[in-house]
């Protein structure tokens, strides 16, 4: 029932961020469902993407 309520569901993983259920996404051309990017933490609280953009891991 969580799921059904919200508008973006982001999972987070040691290093990865994955976007598991995305609504009401700006352009209907792009799903961003699936899209996954690399980070680290810095100074503990500060998330720092390590490559350059989001990416589908097919």
Do not use: H
Not at 21 to 28: T, V
Not at 38 to 58: A, E, I, P, R, T
């Amino acid at each position: 029932r969580t799921m059904e309520k919200a508008r973006l569901v982001v999972n987070v993983e040691p290093g990865k961020f994955k976007i598991t259920k995305a609504k009401n996404f700006i352009d209907p051309k792009l799903n961003p469902n699936g899209l996954m990017c690399d980070w680290k933490l810095v100074n503990g609280c500060q998330f720092v993407m390590k490559g350059s953009d989001w990416y589908k891991n097919d």
